[in-house]
């Protein structure tokens, strides 16, 4: 039977046609995505950056930006990331959970930011990083220091700077027992992160035989601290452990300078962001404390960093580097390097980029490694206390360093994790 | 369980916490009393005037910072007052939401001069420390908050009570159009009452700077205990803000030796069962929040 073929009525034949077809799916299968790739090379990679500017942790949230913002100007000078120009997208979280939740929704869904980061309360990062990992978009938490977050609550999408609350109990206990004495009384921030760093002080404290004299939960919003310094001076404790936080703590502090509480007993504040020493002034910041970084710590590359971070911010309320605007730059930095490792902002394999990193140019003695089990940035913590304001070289030089902790101590182990991550598999697909 | 001597100093501890808690809600109540108007910028103006004692302090002294914040305070109140004025006599969500408006402005003002971080003022000298006194133990600076305070009260008590002035002031609060019938300007006198009750706003803020520390913030944290202290007093009642005041300092300060972490709580509760039990407050009469 002799073949015919079917013309249509236009005088293409069917075979026709679907070479035809075929050859304009190629054409759009191949082009389309080039397009897509060529669109996207033009336009910046946005950053959406979650950082309080009011509320309890105002002074820092800022410093937490300005570290952020002088690593993106830094990356943009370089030519910027992927061949694009990086660009950031700043909301005032306000230390408020539902208020940063409703900001970070907007940033990812109006503004179609790439990546997201910034935190300083616990309370504000545990549902950010719920909400990250829903959308599956990378969320860094810089500040935050609540062992939840890296714990139970960890995610695949989450990455957190600061060393947490077990590090810094973990860190100090020691010291203060054989140093300043066994019988301990604790000072509660009533929400997340206070309830948290309790616990680990608990647990540090049967480590090094500590008695526990007495608690007291302090409110959120708590101005007046009168009563709780009667209290602890009733109690006659060797040590105050006071788990307070942002503008609560500088209250503390200013009122049990005012009731002279300050030489009735050696004060602990085991996690101490340096804004709200500033704001106490070196009188008033009395105590012991653990810290991540300073700008006096002479390591490599600091200070270029310090050098940089004074040129860009000479007009800011602290315009040094410190513990807070370090996480933030380092924090920022890092994503950015991560990104060019992947080659794409697609976030499974920015993630795969980022687990296990080593980081050496951290301006510290010793390197910092993201672990990729519970993506805590396993680092080395300082043991400091306030210095003298005769010993200090500047109105910022208020920290004197005791000891160092290399990560390998300082960092909890892999066995005591709590974490159980979702898969890549099972993450959203995002960017890219 | 606590001794006496934790106990008497716990309720020493209380009163003075309650005369800080009266003074500020002192001008809020003299503001709503007389012009009915909710004066939601309250807690802005008294951080307000612990920003100017910030700024006057290093130049002028403490003394002298404790008399100039508050009448720079004053004045920023009359400028507010030719906005608020058109309120008057008006639904008194208008005035509200004037003076909620001008609260986010000045906070935002604040911040724009001062910054988003926080400050400490120091106490002047001969008032650092705390003292001994067998076996009562308390902070010097504190002592001087209460005998300020007092002195504070009972000068606008005496104001109110004891001149033609204070008389016009509650007569203006009880029928303005009777005193504007008699001749009197009740323009210039509202706003001179309100100039005096954001003054006293101020002055409250330079008293509690030194131990409370300043952020732009703080002054949202002040307004809710004033609002609290008025309605538990009673609108309109010079002795019930002095009440309500103690009331709440005392239970404030007591809560912390039985349930530390209740002590923000105990205010609400307080008003809850004050309120239930006398709608009007303790001392109060019949007022523009009954509309």
């Known amino acids: ?432 | 369980m606590p001794d006496i001597a934790e106990l008497t100093t716990h309720l020493l501890n209380g009163v003075v916490l309650g005369l800080l808690y009266a003074i500020i809600a002192l001008g809020f109540m003299l503001i709503l009393g007389t012009m009915e108007v909710i004066n939601f910028s309250h807690g802005v103006l008294f951080a307000l005037g612990g920003y100017l004692a910030l700024a006057l302090q290093p130049h002028v002294g403490w003394w002298a910072a404790l008399v100039l914040a508050p009448l720079g305070v004053g004045a920023v109140g009359l400028v507010l007052e030719l906005g608020v004025r058109r309120t008057y006599g008006r639904d008194p969500l208008f005035g509200l939401l004037f003076t909620f408006g001008a609260a986010l402005a000045l906070e935002e003002i604040i911040r724009i001069v001062w910054g988003p971080r926080g400050y400490t003022i120091s106490v002047p000298d001969f008032v650092s420390g705390p003292f001994h006194l067998g076996f009562l133990f308390y902070s010097k600076y504190r002592v001087l908050v209460a005998v300020l305070a007092v002195l504070l009260l009972a000068l606008v008590w005496w104001f109110l009570e004891k001149t033609p002035y204070g008389a016009v002031v509650k007569a203006g609060a009880h029928d303005g159009e009777m005193v504007r019938a008699l001749g009197i300007n009740l323009t210039r006198m509202r706003s001179l009452v309100f100039a005096l009750g954001t003054a006293m706003a101020g002055l409250a803020g330079v008293i509690a700077a030194p131990m409370w520390s300043l952020k732009p913030t703080i002054g949202a944290e002040a307004v809710m205990p004033a609002f609290i202290v008025v309605v538990i007093g009673g609108i309109g009642s010079f002795g019930g803000a002095v009440l309500g005041g103690l009331m709440l300092g005392l239970a404030s300060g007591l809560s912390n030796l039985i349930v530390p972490r209740g002590s923000i709580l105990v205010m609400y509760v307080l008003m809850t069962v004050v309120l239930l039990l006398r709608p009007r407050g303790l001392m109060g009469q019949k007022s523009m929040l009954e509309l």
């Open chain 1, 1 to 432: 039977m002799a073949h015919k073929s079917t013309t249509m009525r236009n005088g293409l034949t069917r075979r026709q046609l679907l070479t035809g077809a075929a050859a304009f799916g190629a054409a759009v299968g191949l082009i389309g995505p080039w397009r897509r790739a060529r669109a996207q090379s033009g336009k910046p990679i946005l950053i959406g950056l979650t950082c309080d500017a009011s509320g309890t942790f105002a002074d820092s949230g800022q410093a937490d930006r300005r570290g952020m913002i002088l690593a993106i100007e830094e990356a943009n000078a370089k030519g910027g990331v992927l061949g694009r120009k990086v660009e950031p997208r700043w909301e005032d979280t306000e230390t408020d959970a539902s208020v940063a939740v409703r900001k970070a929704q907007r940033l990812i869904e109006r503004d179609r930011i790439d990546f997201m980061i910034g935190a300083l309360s616990s309370g504000v990062a545990a549902p950010l990083s719920d909400l990250a990992q829903r959308h599956g978009i990378i969320y860094f938490n810089s500040n935050s220091s609540a062992d939840t977050v890296t714990n139970e609550k960890c995610h695949r999408t989450n990455f957190v700077w600061d060393a947490n609350n077990w590090m810094f109990a973990n860190a100090l206990g020691p010291l203060v027992a054989k140093n300043l004495g066994t019988k301990w009384f604790i000072l509660t921030h009533d929400y997340v992160w206070g309830k948290n760093a309790t616990a680990a002080t608990r647990e540090n404290m049967k480590k090094v035989s500590a008695d526990e004299l007495g608690e007291l939960m302090v409110p959120q919003g708590t101005r007046d601290f009168s009563a709780q310094l009667l209290r602890i001076r009733s109690a006659k404790p060797q040590v105050v452990i006071a788990n307070v936080a942002g503008i609560e703590q500088t209250a503390l502090r200013e009122q049990a300078y005012e009731f002279g509480a300050d030489k009735d007993a050696a004060w602990v504040f085991p996690q101490q962001d340096f804004p709200d020493m500033v704001t106490l002034g070196p009188k008033k910041a009395f105590g012991y404390f653990c810290t991540t970084w300073h700008y006096t710590v002479d390591a490599p590359g600091s200070k270029e960093f310090v050098a940089n971070f004074r040129k860009r911010w000479a007009g800011a309320p602290i315009p040094v580097p410190d513990n807070v605007s370090c996480n933030g730059y380092l924090a920022m930095r890092e994503m950015l390097r991560a990104i060019e490792r992947a080659g794409t902002t697609r976030n499974h394999d920015v993630i795969k980029a980022l687990e296990g990193h080593v980081i050496k140019d951290n301006f510290r003695k010793y390197p910092s490694t993201i672990r990729p089990w519970d993506h805590l940035v396993g680092q080395m913590l300082t043991l400091a206390k306030t210095k003298r304001e005769t010993d200090m070289k500047e109105k910022w030089d208020m920290i004197e360093m005791i000891a160092e902790i290399p990560p390998e101590v300082a960092a909890p182990p892999q066995s005591l994790s709590k974490c159980k991550m979702e898969a890549i598999a099972d993450t959203p697909v995002y960017g890219g």
